[in-house]
């Protein structure tokens, strides 16, 4: 039966990971009690619905969070970690909004707020890349070395590994299979299907690899000023990624103005959107990820000045 | 029936309620209210109340028992029970009194 009244397997698996959205504070404090609640009482679709909507308010009201539960080291540590996930379905975000412009070259050449607006977005975007990747070197160093001396760690940092060799070769089928068909082929057909299901895929890949390496983060003994320059870099990163939503938006809006054919145009896999509506859903959803992130680094910089006392 | 009010439903108070006769943990609490208020709490619902209510003092946590953790009424979350539910009283006598006045009246 699958109406909501009865629990499934499916219902159980989502309530597990539903608890796994929940602030840290409350995995630590409830999450035994709730996973052997969820054991007492079987959960169906509405348990999970239910937990969501926990975990929701959870976030939105962190003043009812249990107290002194999450260490400092752990709080910047989540802060992190938090930034890294956002970044992801950010650069998920930017790489629609690279493939709805990559031929519109002309009239960048023709509209100066339209070049403008996209140079920023570059620019910024290889900021972000680079600080990403000198922000967490540091932390992935340090994860690798402890992974030689804890075999327990070991898993974990595989885990972290596999989704992107998993999603590297699964873009080098996707590749092949578009060189194989020709030009023009991921706009409708098998090939609007394919890159909805690469889409997907990338962002799964993408959230499996942050949640490994949130866990390696959480299990390896990092010195307060790694954990400073991560929270450094993660407030760049978000910094960034609120320009960039910035910069994406001026770009709509002077494409909408000064090359208003273009912006009409159907656009992505199916040719299901215009290249407005387009740029509109790139918009929120970089804005949703660079608020997200914005909270989750505020949260980090609360307990900066604790971290020298772990 | 349609609801006017879902105060007399606040997941915090039904938990409040349900500890009033004794500690009990989280599953209890949840056959608890079920039973005399016909309420299903979910986990997320539940231990959101949990959250608040220890935050304010008004519960406690006691020492887990296995993979369970009882909760029991403070001091202050007994006499912020008793206010909150003579409150409801004070309402509930005034609207059953002028029903009933109405109703002669007709």
């Known amino acids: ?310 | 029936m349609r609801y006017i009010s879902e105060r007399s439903n606040d997941p915090g108070l039904l938990v409040l309620t349900s500890l009033a006769d004794g500690p009990k943990h989280g599953y209890a609490i949840t056959v608890d209210v079920e039973q005399f208020a016909g309420v299903h709490l979910g986990p997320g619902t539940l231990y959101g109340a949990l959250s608040r209510l220890e935050s304010k003092g008004l519960i406690e946590a006691l020492p887990a028992e296995e993979r369970r953790r009882p909760y029991r009424l403070t001091a202050d979350g007994s006499a912020a029970l008793e206010q909150e539910l003579q409150q409801l009283q004070t309402v509930t006598r005034q609207g059953l009194d002028r029903l009933r006045v109405a109703a002669v009246a007709r």
């Not at chain 1, 699958?2 to 796994?20: C, F, H, I, K, N």
């Not at chain 1, 840290?24 to 709730?34: I, K, N, P, V």
């Not at chain 1, 107290?67 to 890294?84: K, N």
């Open chain 1, 1 to 310: 039966m699958r109406d909501g009244l009865e629990p499934t397997t499916t219902s159980a698996t989502l309530a597990r990971l539903a608890l796994r959205l929940y602030p840290l504070a409350y995995q630590r404090r409830y999450g035994e009690e709730m996973r052997s609640l969820l054991e007492d009482q079987p959960p169906r679709a509405r348990t999970v619905v239910d937990l969501l909507r926990g975990a929701a308010r959870a976030h939105l009201k962190p003043g009812d969070a249990p107290a002194g539960v999450v260490g400092p080291a752990d709080r910047v540590r989540a802060s992190a970690s938090a930034v890294l996930l956002c970044w992801v379905f950010f650069a998920a975000a930017g790489f629609g909004y690279y493939k709805t412009t990559e031929n519109f070259g002309t009239a960048s050449r023709l509209h100066p707020l339209v070049r403008d607006a996209h140079l920023a977005v570059q620019a910024l975007a290889l900021i972000a890349t680079a600080t990403v990747v000198l922000g967490a070197l540091p932390l992935i160093v340090k994860a690798l070395a402890q992974a030689r001396r804890d075999p327990s760690l070991r898993r974990t940092v595989a885990l972290a590994l596999l989704p992107v060799i998993v999603f590297g070769a699964l873009t080098a089928v996707v590749i092949a299979i578009a060189h194989a068909n020709g030009p023009n082929a991921n706009g409708s057909g098998a090939g609007g299907g394919m890159a909805i299901a690469w889409g997907i895929a990338g962002l799964a890949c993408g959230t499996a690899c942050v949640l490994a390496c949130r866990a390696a983060l959480f299990a390896t003994p990092i010195a307060p000023d790694r954990l400073r320059v991560a929270l450094v870099a993660g407030t760049t990163v978000t910094g960034a990624m609120v320009a960039i939503a910035a910069a994406t938006a001026v770009y709509a809006i002077a494409i909408n103005l000064d090359a208003s054919n273009l912006a009409a145009q159907s656009n992505g896999p199916y040719q299901l959107l215009s290249v407005t509506a387009s740029l509109i859903v790139t918009v929120i959803v970089m804005v949703a990820a660079g608020a997200l992130a914005t909270v989750a680094v505020r949260r980090g910089w609360r307990v900066e000045g604790q971290l020298a006392s772990t």
